[in-house]
C-alpha cells in the first residue's frame, strides 16, 4: 500500500509539473498574447487543415489563454478576409485524413466566397485520405491550384459509416441490454442488441452515405471542371499516384510544401505569411447592430458543465447553454441570436431546459437562428426544433427524432463469477427497476409508458416549432437521421448553409440590411489572458497576473508551490456519452 501511495503521489506531482510547464511557457509569451501588434499592409493567410480544431473556441482554460480558435472562428475570418484589402490570398495545407462532411462543405464556400472577392487561394495536399471519403479533397477542391507531394498516394474511394455491434460480448458476459426505443430507426441500443444492422438501421444509413457521397461528388466535379460521372469513376477506381491525381484533373501541380508555398509568396508580391487564427479583421464601426453567437458542442447534459484547464468549456451543458442564451437575450444591444448546435443528443430534460430559453428569448422579441454543424441529431435536433430558422449543411448528421432508454440487467453475468446480488425494497414494484436484474413486466411497460411521454413531447414540441401536424412529424421521425439536404426536402430545415448563412439569416430576421455590418457578440465571450486560467485555480486574473510578476522577481519555486496548492483542490470529472455515426 505504501509503495502504491508513493507511485500514486509520483504521478500526481508529474502532472503538476507538466501543468506548471504549460503555465510557466504561456507565461513567457503573455506579452505576445496581450499586445495588440499592428498587422502588415500585405498578408496571405494560411491555414493548416490537418490541425483539430473543436467547434466553437474554448471559453477559458489554457486554450483560451493561448487564443485557440474554434472552426466557427477560422470560418468568420475567412468571411472578413474577402473584403479585407491587406488579404491577397490564402495558403492551405491539406487534411490526409479528412475534415469531416460538413466542414469540408462550409470551408469549400469559403474558397469560393474568397476567390470571388478577388483573392487568390492556393492548396497543398500530401495525399492519402484513406478511409476517410473524400472531405479532405472537398475541403481543398475550389482552390485556384491545388498541389501534391511527390510520391504520395491518394485514396478517396466512396464513404463508409461504421456501427458496433455488441450482442455477442454480451451474450458471452451473460449480460442482457434491457432497452427500449421509440421507434424502429432508433439505432443507438441497437450496438448492445443486435449482431448487425436491422433493415431500419441499415435504410436509414445507407441514404445517408448515398446522399454523402453523391453531395461530394458533385462539389468536387464542380470545382475541378469535370463530370459528376468521370470524377465517380476515377475515385471509385482505388488508390490514386499523385501523377495519376494529377492527369485525372484533381489537382494541378507536384511540388513539396515549400514550394507552394513560395508560389503563394510570389502570386501576392510582397506579402507577409499569417495563420488564420493570428489574423484580426477590421473591428466593426462603433454603432453597428450586434448578432449574438452562442454554441454548444458535444453530448447533452443537465447541470452547470465543467471546465479544465486545457479547453476550458462549458460543453453543451443545460445550465450552463441556456444561461448563456438568456444572457445574449437580455443585452440590450443584441437584435438576433444565432446559436450554433453540434451534437449527437443526449438527455431529454437537459435538450428541454435548452429549448426553453430560446423560447424566452422569443418571447423578447429576438428572433433566434439554429447554425447546424456537424450533427445536430436526437437532442441536437430537441434544442433546435424552436428557433425562427434552421440553418444545416447539406452534409449536416441530423433527425433522429426518437427517444430510448433502459439498463444492463448484469446479475446473472456477476453470478457467473461467484458475485449474488441481493436487496430489500419498500415500495412500489418500480423501486427496484434499475437494479442488477431483468425488467418485470410491469417495470418494463412503465420504462415503455416514460419514454412514450417523451417521445410524444418531443414530436409535439417540433410539430409545433416546424408548423406540422403531429401525426407528419411521427412520419419524419421514428428516430431516423437525415442529411440535411433530405432534413430539408422533409421540412425539418429551412435553409441550406454554414455558419456564416446563418448569420445573414439572423439579420434578414432582425429586419437589418444585408449591407448593413453588424458585428458578432459572442456568449459567453471568450476570456483573455490570465482571466482565462482564474476558473481552474480558484483565484482572480489579477492574482494570477500577480503571482507570475512574483515569480519573475522572487524564483520559480514560489510559483511552483502557489500552482501545487492551487491545483490540489480542483477536482470533477465531465461524464456524458451517446451514439455517434463515424464517417469514414
Given at each position: 500500500m505504501k509503495t502504491f501511495l508513493l507511485s500514486l503521489a509520483g504521478a500526481f506531482a508529474a502532472l503538476l509539473l507538466f501543468l506548471l510547464i504549460g503555465v510557466l511557457t504561456v507565461s513567457g509569451i503573455i506579452g505576445a498574447a496581450t499586445a495588440t501588434e499592428p498587422q502588415p499592409d500585405s498578408l496571405v493567410l494560411?491555414?493548416?487543415?490537418?490541425?483539430?480544431?473543436?467547434?466553437?473556441?474554448?471559453?477559458?482554460?489554457?486554450?483560451?489563454?493561448?487564443?485557440?480558435?474554434?472552426?466557427?472562428?477560422?470560418?468568420?475570418?475567412?468571411?472578413?478576409?474577402?473584403?479585407?484589402?491587406?488579404?491577397?490570398g490564402v495558403f492551405i495545407r491539406g487534411s490526409s485524413f479528412g475534415v469531416g462532411s460538413a466542414r469540408a462543405e462550409e470551408l469549400r464556400a469559403a474558397l469560393i466566397g474568397l476567390r470571388e472577392n478577388g483573392k487568390f487561394v492556393i492548396a497543398h495536399t500530401q495525399g492519402t485520405f484513406g478511409g476517410t471519403g473524400p472531405s479532405a479533397l472537398r475541403a481543398i477542391s475550389a482552390a485556384d491550384e491545388i498541389w501534391i507531394q511527390p510520391g504520395s498516394d491518394v485514396f478517396a474511394t466512396g464513404i463508409s459509416l461504421e456501427t458496433q455491434f455488441l450482442k455477442g460480448l454480451f451474450d458471452n458476459l451473460s449480460i442482457t441490454p434491457e432497452i427500449e426505443a421509440f421507434y424502429e430507426y432508433k439505432n443507438a441500443p441497437n450496438s448492445y442488441q443486435e449482431e448487425g444492422f436491422t433493415e431500419p438501421h441499415r435504410e436509414a444509413l445507407l441514404e445517408l452515405a448515398?446522399?454523402?457521397?453523391?453531395?461530394?461528388?458533385?462539389?468536387?466535379?464542380?470545382?475541378?471542371?469535370?463530370?459528376v460521372e468521370d470524377a465517380r469513376i476515377v475515385l471509385e477506381s482505388g488508390a490514386l499516384s499523385a501523377d495519376e491525381f494529377i492527369e485525372a484533373g484533381f489537382a494541378d501541380t507536384l511540388g513539396w510544401p515549400e514550394d507552394a508555398r513560395e508560389a503563394a509568396e510570389a502570386r501576392a508580391g510582397i506579402a507577409e505569411l499569417l495563420d488564420v487564427a493570428s489574423y484580426t479583421p477590421p473591428v466593426a464601426r462603433a454603432g453597428v447592430p450586434m448578432i449574438a453567437v452562442v454554441g454548444g458542442q458535444g453530448p447533452i447534459i443537465t447541470g452547470p458543465g465543467e471546465e479544465d484547464i486545457f479547453g476550458g468549456s462549458g460543453g453543451f451543458a443545460s445550465d450552463f447553454i441556456a444561461a448563456s442564451i438568456l444572457d445574449a437575450g437580455r443585452n440590450e444591444s443584441v437584435r438576433a441570436v444565432v446559436f450554433r448546435v453540434d451534437s449527437p443528443g443526449g438527455s431529454p430534460t437537459a435538450s428541454d431546459q435548452i429549448w426553453r430559453a430560446v423560447e424566452r428569448v422569443q418571447e423578447m422579441g429576438k428572433p433566434v437562428v439554429v447554425s447546424m454543424g456537424s450533427v445536430a441529431a436526437s437532442g441536437g435536433y430537441y434544442v433546435s426544433t424552436g428557433a425562427d430558422e434552421i440553418v444545416a449543411n447539406e452534409s449536416t448528421i441530423t433527425g433522429s427524432i426518437g427517444i430510448f432508454g433502459g439498463k444492463f440487467a448484469i446479475?446473472?453475468?456477476?453470478?457467473?463469477?461467484?458475485?449474488?446480488?441481493?436487496?430489500?425494497?419498500?415500495?412500489?414494484?418500480?423501486?427496484?427497476?434499475?437494479?442488477?436484474?431483468?425488467?418485470?413486466?410491469?417495470q418494463r411497460a412503465e420504462v415503455r409508458e416514460w419514454l412514450k411521454r417523451g417521445y410524444d413531447r418531443f414530436t409535439s414540441l417540433v410539430a409545433d416549432g416546424r408548423g406540422m401536424t403531429v401525426d407528419e412529424v411521427h412520419d419524419r421521425a421514428r428516430g431516423r437521421v437525415w442529411s440535411g439536404v433530405d432534413a430539408k426536402e422533409r421540412g425539418l430545415v429551412d435553409t441550406i448553409g454554414g455558419f456564416n448563412v446563418a448569420v445573414e439569416?439572423?439579420?434578414?430576421?432582425?429586419?437589418?440590411?444585408?449591407?448593413?455590418?453588424?458585428?458578432?457578440?459572442?456568449?459567453?465571450?471568450?476570456?483573455?489572458?490570465?482571466?482565462?486560467?482564474?476558473?481552474?485555480?480558484?483565484?482572480?486574473?489579477?492574482?494570477?497576473?500577480?503571482?507570475?510578476?512574483?515569480?519573475?522577481?522572487?524564483?520559480?519555486?514560489?510559483?511552483?508551490?502557489?500552482?501545487?496548492?492551487?491545483a490540489a483542490i480542483q477536482s470533477g470529472e465531465l461524464r456524458a456519452s451517446a451514439p455517434v455515426i463515424r464517417e469514414r
Amino acid at each position: 500500500m505504501k509503495t502504491f501511495l508513493l507511485s500514486l503521489a509520483g504521478a500526481f506531482a508529474a502532472l503538476l509539473l507538466f501543468l506548471l510547464i504549460g503555465v510557466l511557457t504561456v507565461s513567457g509569451i503573455i506579452g505576445a498574447a496581450t499586445a495588440t501588434e499592428p498587422q502588415p499592409d500585405s498578408l496571405v493567410l494560411t491555414l493548416d487543415l490537418r490541425e483539430e480544431l473543436p467547434d466553437q473556441a474554448p471559453t477559458s482554460g489554457l486554450a483560451a489563454f493561448a487564443g485557440q480558435p474554434g472552426f466557427t472562428t477560422i470560418i468568420t475570418r475567412l468571411k472578413a478576409a474577402e473584403t479585407d484589402d491587406s488579404v491577397k490570398g490564402v495558403f492551405i495545407r491539406g487534411s490526409s485524413f479528412g475534415v469531416g462532411s460538413a466542414r469540408a462543405e462550409e470551408l469549400r464556400a469559403a474558397l469560393i466566397g474568397l476567390r470571388e472577392n478577388g483573392k487568390f487561394v492556393i492548396a497543398h495536399t500530401q495525399g492519402t485520405f484513406g478511409g476517410t471519403g473524400p472531405s479532405a479533397l472537398r475541403a481543398i477542391s475550389a482552390a485556384d491550384e491545388i498541389w501534391i507531394q511527390p510520391g504520395s498516394d491518394v485514396f478517396a474511394t466512396g464513404i463508409s459509416l461504421e456501427t458496433q455491434f455488441l450482442k455477442g460480448l454480451f451474450d458471452n458476459l451473460s449480460i442482457t441490454p434491457e432497452i427500449e426505443a421509440f421507434y424502429e430507426y432508433k439505432n443507438a441500443p441497437n450496438s448492445y442488441q443486435e449482431e448487425g444492422f436491422t433493415e431500419p438501421h441499415r435504410e436509414a444509413l445507407l441514404e445517408l452515405a448515398e446522399d454523402l457521397w453523391a453531395i461530394s461528388l458533385r462539389d468536387i466535379a464542380q470545382d475541378r471542371n469535370m463530370t459528376v460521372e468521370d470524377a465517380r469513376i476515377v475515385l471509385e477506381s482505388g488508390a490514386l499516384s499523385a501523377d495519376e491525381f494529377i492527369e485525372a484533373g484533381f489537382a494541378d501541380t507536384l511540388g513539396w510544401p515549400e514550394d507552394a508555398r513560395e508560389a503563394a509568396e510570389a502570386r501576392a508580391g510582397i506579402a507577409e505569411l499569417l495563420d488564420v487564427a493570428s489574423y484580426t479583421p477590421p473591428v466593426a464601426r462603433a454603432g453597428v447592430p450586434m448578432i449574438a453567437v452562442v454554441g454548444g458542442q458535444g453530448p447533452i447534459i443537465t447541470g452547470p458543465g465543467e471546465e479544465d484547464i486545457f479547453g476550458g468549456s462549458g460543453g453543451f451543458a443545460s445550465d450552463f447553454i441556456a444561461a448563456s442564451i438568456l444572457d445574449a437575450g437580455r443585452n440590450e444591444s443584441v437584435r438576433a441570436v444565432v446559436f450554433r448546435v453540434d451534437s449527437p443528443g443526449g438527455s431529454p430534460t437537459a435538450s428541454d431546459q435548452i429549448w426553453r430559453a430560446v423560447e424566452r428569448v422569443q418571447e423578447m422579441g429576438k428572433p433566434v437562428v439554429v447554425s447546424m454543424g456537424s450533427v445536430a441529431a436526437s437532442g441536437g435536433y430537441y434544442v433546435s426544433t424552436g428557433a425562427d430558422e434552421i440553418v444545416a449543411n447539406e452534409s449536416t448528421i441530423t433527425g433522429s427524432i426518437g427517444i430510448f432508454g433502459g439498463k444492463f440487467a448484469i446479475a446473472e453475468g456477476l453470478g457467473r463469477i461467484g458475485i449474488n446480488i441481493d436487496n430489500v425494497t419498500v415500495g412500489g414494484e418500480f423501486a427496484d427497476a434499475y437494479g442488477a436484474d431483468a425488467f418485470t413486466d410491469g417495470q418494463r411497460a412503465e420504462v415503455r409508458e416514460w419514454l412514450k411521454r417523451g417521445y410524444d413531447r418531443f414530436t409535439s414540441l417540433v410539430a409545433d416549432g416546424r408548423g406540422m401536424t403531429v401525426d407528419e412529424v411521427h412520419d419524419r421521425a421514428r428516430g431516423r437521421v437525415w442529411s440535411g439536404v433530405d432534413a430539408k426536402e422533409r421540412g425539418l430545415v429551412d435553409t441550406i448553409g454554414g455558419f456564416n448563412v446563418a448569420v445573414e439569416r439572423a439579420k434578414a430576421l432582425a429586419e437589418i440590411d444585408e449591407d448593413q455590418e453588424v458585428r458578432l457578440l459572442y456568449f459567453p465571450a471568450q476570456k483573455q489572458g490570465f482571466e482565462a486560467l482564474e476558473d481552474f485555480f480558484g483565484a482572480s486574473s489579477e492574482s494570477v497576473r500577480a503571482a507570475a510578476v512574483l515569480s519573475s522577481i522572487a524564483g520559480d519555486e514560489r510559483l511552483i508551490g502557489m500552482i501545487e496548492e492551487l491545483a490540489a483542490i480542483q477536482s470533477g470529472e465531465l461524464r456524458a456519452s451517446a451514439p455517434v455515426i463515424r464517417e469514414r
